[in-house]
Structures are given as C-alpha cells and as structure tokens.
C-alpha cells in the first residue's frame, strides 16, 4: 500500500509541477498579456522618455491599459534583455499581446524630432527656462531642480548668473522625451560648437573669457537692437572703457541700472536709478556685471569679439531720430550731444 501511495503522490507533484509549469511557460510566452485601452478608437501613443526604467514603463503601460502579469513581463524582458536596453520614443499600440509581442514593438520606438529655438533678448534666465520648459515638454521646475541638485554648473564653469551666456539662440533639434541631463548634455555640445577655435582665439586677444564676451554682448544687445551694424562700434566704445581703468573705473551702461531696477521701460535714466544697491549697476559696481543682463544674439556676441578699434569713450542717442549714436571721445562735447537729445525727447 505503501508503494502505491507513494507512487500516487509522486504522480500529483509531478502532476503539479507539469501544470505550474505549462502556466509558467502559457503566462511567459502565450499569453495576450497587454491590452491596449479598449475604450479608444485609435491606437493609444506611448511616449517613452530618456533613460526610462522598467517600472517606469510598466506604470506607462498600466496607465493606457491593462497589463495582467507584471511578474511574466519583467521575466521576459530579463530573458530578452530589454529591461536594460529600453530605448527613448513613441510606440503605438492596439488590440492584445503576449510578452513577446509586445516587447518586439517597445524594442523600436520611433524617434519624434522637435525644433527647439532659443529666443534672443530674454532678459531674465527665469523667463527662459519657463519657454524651454513649455517647449520641450518638462514638468514646471524640472530644469531648476536639475541645476540645483546635480554638479552641472560648476563642472562647466557656470552659476545661475552666468546660465544665461551657456544658451545660444538658435534653432535646434532635439527627440521628444529626452531627460533633463540629456537636454543639457545636448546643449553643451552646441555650447562647445559655437565656441570655435576662431571665436576663441578672438576672446583671447581682447583679454576676455567666453562668459564676458556674452556678458557685454548683452549690453550691447539691448543699447542698440535696430541699427545692428553700429553694434561693432558700442562694443568698441565699453572695450575702450575696460582697458582704462584709472580713468573709466565704471562702466557707466544704461541698460545694466535698467536691469538693476528691474525697470526695464525707464526712457531717462536718472540719479534716483543709478543710485541703487546692485551687482549689476555699473554706475557703482566697477567692471562687468555678474551676468548678461539679456540672452544675447550671435550678432550681438560677433560684434564684440569683432569689435571696431577706434578712440570713442561716450556715445549719446542721436537727435534727428535715424536710430543711430553720435560717438565722442571727450565729455565736453558728449554733453551738448545730450543736451540736444534731451530737447529733442523733451526731456527736463
């Protein structure tokens, strides 16, 4: 009896076993085990980001369908080696898959192109990352919290005054769904691009780093924004006052005591302006601001590092409304210029 009885048992366990097993290998290979969202009428569209993990993509998954064996899934993405080699883009799905299946159609996302473009003249590096933020389709404070919490700025020689020289205005081409850390990466590349060995070797010969070069660019960005080939001559005139120290201790730019005040629409600078506390005010802080006080273009920037050679160190707004400066190298004649501007303002 015995004999039967044990020979019975060994009959139910591999009995028990067989049918694990055959449920094993039916949830793992034959299953339908993801359903595309039923309700839809379309194919719903995955948008699969940069350096997403599994979990991540099942929880996309879950919220666009019906995922009924998370364990099958995770197992067969191991045997298929999909679980560390999950790919950034968009899918489309529809009806039912096995494991299988489905995972051949995650394998290859295709890659969606955005154009990114990089405004110029945004004078406030908040303002900006709020457009690239809209633009790219990063939750609200993703790019701040990335800043403030990894080592980025300070492995490339930035902080949040200086940020505003890393970003050249331009257009560019970036895969939606790409991360954070990707997006800047990315722009680092286009960063060091345009940072030639010419333009380079330009900021050399004035005695200027990369950052200063944008830095004054910016003022000469928002001194002069209609007749752009008189800005080679603005950036010759603050060249001028740089290299003389002993007698331009400050540089003296309107538009910096207009970001001082965060006053951008003041017509007439005055004492009252040029007397307030701030880094940025060049009427009392000696050479270049902290920052740009703008986003400044690639002519503004070039217009610099091919600045005019000349011997003007004062520059008024002309008075017969062509929307050019009348350039002086002495202050008894920069005075009437002013004069004959305010009148022509009706300025007091």
Sequence with gaps: MSSKKHILNTIKYLLTVFILFTYFLWSLLWNENYTADPKLDNPIELDIKDQASLDELIMLLKENGKLESVWSFKLMSSFKRFDSNIKSGTVYLNNSYTNNDLINVLRLPSKRVIDLQIPENIRLIEDLIVILEDSIGFNRGELITYLDTSSFLSNNGFNMQTLPAFFIPNTYQLYKGLSVESFFKKMKREYNSFWSEKRI????????????????????????????????????????????????????????????????????????????????????????????????????????????????????????????????????????????????????
């Design 201 to 348: 070797s330009k900021c050399d010969s004035l005695g200027l780093t990369q950052i200063e070069v944008s830095i004054l660019a910016s003022i000469v960005e928002e001194e002069q924004d209609k007749r752009l080939d008189e800005r080679p001559m603005i950036a010759g005139l603050y060249l001028n006052r740089l290299n003389n120290p002993q007698s331009f201790p400050y540089l003296q730019a309107d538009p910096t005591v207009k970001f001082a005040n965060k006053n951008f629409g003041i017509k007439q600078v005055l004492y009252k302006h040029t007397d307030v506390e701030s880094p940025y005010n060049t009427y009392k802080t000696k050479g270049l601001p902290p920052g740009p006080i703008c986003i400044p273009s690639i002519n503004a920037i070039d217009a610099v590092l091919y600045a005019s050679q000349h011997d003007y160190y004062f520059m008024c707004a002309g008075s017969d409304g062509d929307g050019y400066h009348k350039f002086t190298s002495s202050n008894k004649e920069h005075n009437k210029n002013k004069n004959k501007y305010k009148k022509y303002q009706n300025f007091k």
